[in-house]
């Protein structure tokens, strides 16, 4: 049997020489994980968390120089995984078996005898048992723990509300206004300060929980459970998330109008790292009603103000008419495409957006666009405005994008 | 990595970590657990458990397991391996039933077992038009309902998709394999039995309805 270099995706670079064969041998041996199978599950695990925030698995942000978890959070999972999963839950057994298929399989067809072809499988099968325990281990969250406070509120009402949003037959439209309106009532609601650090701290009064289940109750017919939280999470986060979607958390900021005796805010928070710029300001409409808004940058502990008083109050209408006029797929698809920092994949936009593949986020891309420069049209930017613009909706959308705005209304 | 710690952790694991029993039977019988594996798809097989089996023809229905218990849903059934005997434990995805030939399942180990009852039970319900809930008797717990709460568009309803679909594709029959063409072509043999056609087609809601929302990525997760 060959134990030539494997080119497979799936295998993490590490591994590249690892073989199904010393899996198997040493499956069959009597350490049985230790040390190949430890550490593939070491360096998967490494791999699969590189860039997901600690701190949302009950662990100290902690990490390496190349900006891994640091190696005692890593062994502390690798440890459960290994100790729990693979052995005392058999899952080694349950790999191992359908690896021997697969090899036997390739054997009878005759494309190759080569049992290490498969070591995408092992890997794969890998990956699932490292997301069930990171899973297990997620920290809870401020959507969820609002879910669990409401349930026994709407039981309380008599209020009953589906799980399934396709049992009440709304449009994409309707279930988007719902999400909305959901998100609205609830963003009236007075607040405890929670920065989301502290996951298990309350956020809101049980009376006016109460109340916000009430001014839900003539909606409850065309509400579902995942609505509720989209909508909750809109309000708390703006923008859900995913186990994938942990990389990085978008936050949607509303552009606010300018006010007049505001000392203006200085650019010392602006990225080093700028690369274009726009001073072609005079070509906007409104001069002199100048508007005013922050983005919040996407990293963990960085805030960054990327401009002020640079766009007109006419721009910054058109900004958010735009804005408005996406929906939170297209929204999010921009700010990942306008992020300088990751590099993303089309499989890891396809999933993130919720396109059933990657095949389809050029179609998605162009209708997009497309679908842009109409917007832009018909809110009547002039042609070498549209960059301006369309820098300001990702600004506005909190994209991680180095645009420098210089100030020209000095 | 330190050998100091992780030895003794691995090496009480390994005390506790139960080895795959196999029994290497030829005979398929309902309730058997047993892995499907389609030579036209060597990358991919699956473990299923007979449901019910046509010796004349050959044929069984198959449902296909996993061992993700944590993503079971509320249609589906947790089968501990105390009650299989078998290393791990399985989620039963109920919805997912196939017709598949002797063929793809009869070289493979005999890894574990539901008690016949039970799997005639489900069998029984799943054939319903209605999509009836199998009544497992009082006396056998050998099931339990998954509880985990699938939402549109999650991870786990594309994993779902993506099993479905690999399951639906396993289970055909492979006639373009040689040793099965010198038996004559196994869709054509089936092709005039009205029993297996109406079978196919009618008897089971083999449906991933989990798979049948379109709903808009709003409402992801």
Redesign the interface.
């Known amino acids: 049997m060959t134990t030539s270099k494997i080119d497979d995706p799936f295998v993490p670079p590490y591994f590249q020489n690892l073989t199904v064969s010393e899996l198997l041998e040493e499956a069959e041996s009597?350490?049985?994980?230790?040390?190949r199978w430890?550490?593939l599950v070491?360096f998967t695990l490494k791999k699969m968390t590189h860039g997901w925030p600690m701190n949302a698995f009950r662990l100290e942000e902690k990490r390496d120089h190349q900006n891994y978890w640091s190696s005692e959070a890593l062994?502390d999972f690798t440890?459960e995984i290994?100790?729990?999963e693979l052995?005392?839950?058999?899952?080694?057994?349950?790999i191992l078996?359908?690896i021997q298929?697969?090899a036997?399989?390739?054997v009878?067809?005759g494309?190759s005898d080569d049992l290490n072809l498969?070591m995408g499988?092992v890997v794969h099968f890998l990956q699932?048992q490292i997301n069930?325990v990171l899973?297990?281990r997620r920290a809870p969250t401020l959507t969820g723990n609002l879910m669990s406070r409401l349930d026994p509120i709407f039981e309380k009402l008599g209020l009953s509300i589906t799980?399934?949003?396709?049992t009440l037959t709304l449009t994409?439209i309707q279930?988007?206004d719902q999400?909305q309106m959901v998100s609205d009532l609830l963003s009236l609601l007075p607040r405890f300060p929670n920065t989301g650090e502290e996951r298990l701290s309350r956020l809101y009064e049980t009376t006016d929980l109460e109340n916000f289940a009430i001014s839900l109750a003539p909606q409850a017919p065309n509400l579902?459970?995942?609505?509720l939280?989209?909508g909750i999470e809109r309000s708390l986060e703006g923008m859900?998330?995913?186990?994938?979607a942990l990389q990085r958390v978008y936050r949607t900021v509303p552009l606010e109008p300018h006010r007049e005796n505001e000392e203006e805010i200085e650019l010392d928070g602006t990225p080093d790292s700028l690369s274009r710029s726009y001073n072609d300001v005079g070509t906007q409409d409104d001069q002199d009603g100048r508007g005013e808004f922050s983005g919040v940058g996407t990293g963990e502990d960085k805030t960054y103000i990327y401009s002020a008083t640079i766009y007109s109050k006419a721009d910054m209408a058109k900004i958010s008419g735009i804005i408005l006029e996406l929906?939170?797929?297209e929204q999010k698809y921009l700010v990942m495409k306008a992020d300088q920092e990751t590099k993303w994949t089309q499989t890891q936009i396809a999933?993130a957006?919720?396109l059933?593949s990657r095949k389809k986020v050029n179609d998605f891309q162009e209708n997009l666009f497309s679908k842009l420069n109409v917007l832009l049209q018909s809110h009547q930017v002039a042609a070498e405005s549209h960059d301006y613009i369309i820098a300001g909706v990702l600004i506005s959308l909190g994209a991680n994008t180095a645009i420098e705005m210089v100030r020209t209304n000095e | 990595m330190n050998n100091e710690l992780v030895a003794p952790l691995v090496k009480e694991a390994i005390a506790m970590s139960p080895r795959a029993i196999l029994s290497n039977e030829k005979n398929i019988r309902i309730g058997q657990i047993r892995r499907i594996a389609n030579p036209i798809k060597p990358e991919s097989s699956r473990y299923v458990l007979v449901l019910n089996i046509n010796p004349i023809r050959k044929i069984a229905t198959v449902v296909l397991l996993n061992n993700l218990i944590n993503l079971a849903t509320d249609r589906d059934y947790i089968l501990q391996r105390e009650n299989s005997l078998a290393a791990f434990d399985l989620t039963i995805l109920a919805d997912f039933i196939e017709l598949t030939d002797y063929k793809l399942i009869e070289k493979n180990p005999v890894i574990g077992s539901l008690c016949p009852i039970c799997a005639r039970i489900l069998y029984e319900a799943k054939r319903l038009p209605s999509d009836g809930i199998p009544l497992f008797p009082d006396n056998h717990s050998c099931v339990a309902k998954g509880s985990f709460k699938i939402q549109i568009a999650d991870s786990t309803w594309y994993l779902r998709n993506f099993e479905f679909e690999l399951f639906q594709a396993i289970c055909e029959v492979p006639d373009q394999i040689e040793s099965l063409i010198r038996e004559g072509n196994f869709i054509q043999k089936y092709k005039d039995q009205e029993e297996f056609i109406s079978a196919s087609m009618s008897e089971f809601n083999t449906v991933n309805i989990l798979a049948l929302d379109d709903s808009t990525f709003d409402l992801l997760r």
């Open positions: 009597s350490a049985r994980v230790y040390p430890w550490s070491y062994h440890s290994v100790c729990n052995l005392k839950n058999g899952q080694q057994e349950y078996g359908l298929d697969a036997r399989n390739s009878e067809l494309e498969h499988l699932q069930k899973d297990h799980s399934d949003t396709a994409d279930i988007e999400v579902s459970l995942p609505i939280r989209t859900c998330g995913s186990i994938t929906s939170l797929r999933e957006i919720g059933a």
